[in-house]
């Protein structure tokens, strides 16, 4: 028995394919992966030095709200993952504490929202016409920190809002909040004990067959022997049964097209918590495979602008106000080969509208939104549709509203505190290799001198 007589000779045309495919695939995906951390990691660098910044024993830390709502045609865990994957680490790295309102249906967030900022108004003293319910065990704990002299954080706060759906409902929800009133103006009926139904009687009956009547049917029980209950058999359990219904949406408080005859809230802040819509791109259908697959490929970018909108919430540096743009009209028709005969008016341009710049923000995820998104409601359904309405934001809300812009130069400040930090725990063969010069046109080792040699 000897070594078998193996002949080393290129591999056949089906396997050359499958090894192609397959390489170039898997090398694309450690690239864009390792590309995807280091991203992830440069955004952490930069946020890091403010979990080393000693907080007073009475302050509680700064607490931020993050908005979550499933996608259309979708479930909440894609809004999760995706925040466990790109927005969390930002977050942890800079020590920030987060509070989170999810929705699982359209218009739950737009409830939430509304919901707490009426909780705020009744604690800053605003005076509600129905009796308070008890106490919540969040308003509990506020009040144990109250008697026990800790305070809030006294900086800036911020909302972090993921995706164009969930940013209508803030919108909806903050004017619900600030413009509508503390209590709802349609208030439930209360529930009305079940009457038990009269015997149908004729009319014209005369009030002798009446009485007769009566009189029978209370001697009626005492003639009959008396009859022992028999037991029932006990019926087997159900094996499928019925899941609870889930609890209805709150309806709105107050409709688009009252904005404008609404007073605000007395307690409405000069300026609201600054907020950091971010992008969700969600994109489902057979079809949309190949970009799919394009965007699986390349997170990267996706966790570079993630944590850079990320980061700038949380160093909140430099929040500014929403922008208004305003739309004007030209009054002369185009097609017409001379304006000048046929209008003799002075107003050749005229104002349409004014437009926010929240109504623009994310705007193109909608047309990557699924079908279902835009379905009309069936006969009888009077939901509102937040998701297919157009945004509307009034002035006096919109112009209290701010941002977080990233600040010019964080991205030359983030890279050198990135290649500063990977100095630090670059491993034994990468300070060997930039000792010999393998890296860089760099002096080598040896050519560099004593540290301290005065040379001219």
């Known amino acids: 028995m000897g070594l078998p007589n193996l002949k080393f000779k290129l ?61 259309p045609g979708d ?83 911020g909302d972090l809002v993921l995706g164009r759906h969930t940013w209508k409902e803030y919108i909806r929800g903050l004017h619900e909040g600030w413009l509508g009133p503390l209590d709802e103006a349609h208030p439930p009926e209360s529930e009305t004990t079940d009457l038990q139904p009269l015997a149908a009687q004729s009319p014209d009956a005369p009030l002798s067959e009446l009485s007769s009547s009566e009189a029978s049917s209370s001697e009626a029980p005492s003639s009959l022997p008396p009859q022992t209950a028999s037991p029932k058999p006990e019926s087997p359990p159900k094996k499928n049964e019925e899941k609870p219904a889930k609890p209805p949406i709150t309806p709105p408080y107050i409709t688009t097209s009252e904005y404008g005859s609404s007073p605000p809230a007395p307690t409405l802040p000069t300026y609201l918590p600054p907020s950091l819509p971010v992008a969700l791109p969600h994109l489902l259908g057979f079809f949309n495979f190949p970009i799919r697959i394009y965007r699986f490929l390349t997170r990267r970018h996706l966790a570079d602008s993630t944590g850079a909108s990320v980061a700038a919430l949380v160093l909140a540096s430099r929040p500014r106000p929403f922008a208004q743009s305003t739309h004007f009209a030209s009054a002369i028709d185009p097609d017409n080969a001379s304006p000048g005969i046929d209008n003799q008016t002075d107003n050749a341009v005229t104002q349409t509208e004014r437009t926010w710049e929240q109504e623009a923000v994310l705007r193109e995820e909608e047309s ?89």
Not at 82 to 102: C, T
Not at 121 to 127: A, F, L, W
Not at 368 to 380: L, T, V, Y
């Open 75 to 157: 479930g909440l865990r894609v809004s999760r993952d995706h925040f466990h994957e790109y927005i969390k680490p930002i977050l942890v790295a800079g020590a920030m504490d987060w509070d989170v309102i999810e929705g699982h249906r359209e218009g739950e967030v737009r409830a939430g929202l509304a919901e707490k900022i009426r909780k705020l108004r009744k604690r800053n003293g605003e005076v509600s016409q129905v009796e308070a319910s008890e106490e919540s065990q969040e308003d509990l704990y506020a009040e144990m920190r109250k008697r026990s002299g800790i305070t809030d954080w006294d900086g800036v706060q």
């Open 368 to 456: 990557e939104w699924h079908k279902s998104a835009w379905k009309a409601n069936e006969e009888g359904d009077t939901r509102e549709r937040l998701w297919q309405d157009r945004m509307v934001v009034d002035g006096r809300i919109g112009g209290k509203m701010r941002c977080f812009e990233p600040p010019s130069g964080q991205e030359d400040e983030a890279a050198k505190l990135d290649a500063e930090k990977g100095q630090e725990n670059e491993g034994y063969i990468a300070r060997a290799k930039k000792w010999a010069g393998l890296e860089s046109k760099e002096k080598r080792g040896w050519e560099m001198g004593l540290e301290g040699d005065e040379t001219s």
């Open 11 to 71: 591999p056949s045309r089906n396997w050359l394919i499958f090894w192609t495919i397959t390489g170039s695939f898997t090398s694309m995906l450690l690239y864009d992966r390792y590309y995807k951390k280091k991203a992830q990691r440069k955004w952490c660098t930069v946020v890091s030095h403010l979990a080393q910044e000693p907080l007073p024993v009475n302050m509680m830390p700064r607490r931020i709200t993050i908005f979550l709502a499933a996608p």
